[in-house]
T-cell receptor, first 117, second 113 residues
Framework: DTGVSQNPRHKITKRGQNVTFRCDPI?????LYWYRQTLGQGPEFLTY????????KSRLLSDRFSAERPKGSFSTLEIQRTEQGDSAMYLC???????????????FGPGTRLTVT | DQQVKQNSPSLSVQEGRISILNCDYT??????FLWYKKYPAEGPTFLIS?????DKNEDGRFTVFLNKSAKHLSLHIVPSQPGDSAVYFC????????????FGTGTRLTIIP
């Protein structure tokens, strides 16, 4: 399977705990994105990496959220001191190096569903 | 502020008929529009896209129409098949080369056999 993979697929945690999610993009894709999707809504952009550089962050990404992509391959998203409002599906997407086709689609992983109790 | 709107949360269509999903946007800087399809427990899958310089793009059973003056686009699926039952999201890129996709709230399409 050469698609975007995310682990774990499901995470249940108690309020106040820290959680970390992992995303492995398609191997030749240098651009990586994190989105959050809540019930009844579409995915909302959180942050974007080009190689290991985090180039854009949404206002949605509070101080409790941190994302890394240390070697420009996989990425992690950590949420500290989780709150019930953090319960959502966290989606990762990747995109190939910008070439002739400047505007192209993003390829999404299956997501990690977080439930904070 | 919802910049991409899908006002129909759900739509049911008979198998073999045409499905029409609608999307409106408010940001005139949007340059490129995409439709994604999502099955339960899976991530969104790209379906079809259209650039703002075009008013129609066709790929097999799927056609997307763009009306820039009305800030409206639609996805036509014909003929509809049971496997088309999914949630469909409209999404847009603002400006040339921008990285952030802005999604609508989705329309759940059910194809009735």
């Amino acid at each position: 399977d050469t698609g975007v993979s995310q682990n774990p697929r499901h995470k249940i945690t108690k309020r106040g705990q820290n959680v970390t999610f992992r995303c492995d993009p398609i191997s030749e894709h240098n651009r990586l994105y994190w989105y959050r999707q809540t019930l009844g809504q579409g995915p909302e952009f959180l942050t974007y990496f080009q190689n290991e550089a985090q180039l854009e962050k949404s206002r949605l990404l509070s101080d409790r959220f941190s994302a890394e992509r240390p070697k420009g391959s996989f990425s992690t998203l950590e949420i500290q001191r989780t709150e019930q409002g953090d319960s959502a599906m966290y989606l990762c997407a990747s995109r190939p190096r910008q070439g002739e086709k400047v505007l192209d689609e993003q390829y999404f992983g299956p997501g990690t569903r977080l439930t904070v109790t | 502020d919802q910049q991409v709107k899908q006002n129909s949360p759900s739509l049911s269509v008979q198998e073999g008929r045409i499905s029409i999903l609608n999307c409106d946007y408010t940001n005139s800087m949007f340059d490129y529009f995409l439709w994604y399809k999502k099955y339960p427990a899976e991530g969104p899958t790209f379906l079809i896209s259209i650039s703002s310089i075009k008013d129609k793009n066709e790929d097999g059973r799927f056609t997307v129409f763009l009306n820039k003056s009305a800030k409206h686009l639609s996805l036509h699926i014909v003929p509809s098949q049971p496997g088309d039952s999914a949630v469909y999201f409209c999404a847009a890129y603002p400006n040339f080369g921008n990285e952030k996709l802005t999604f609508g709230t989705g329309t759940r399409l059910t194809i009735i056999p």
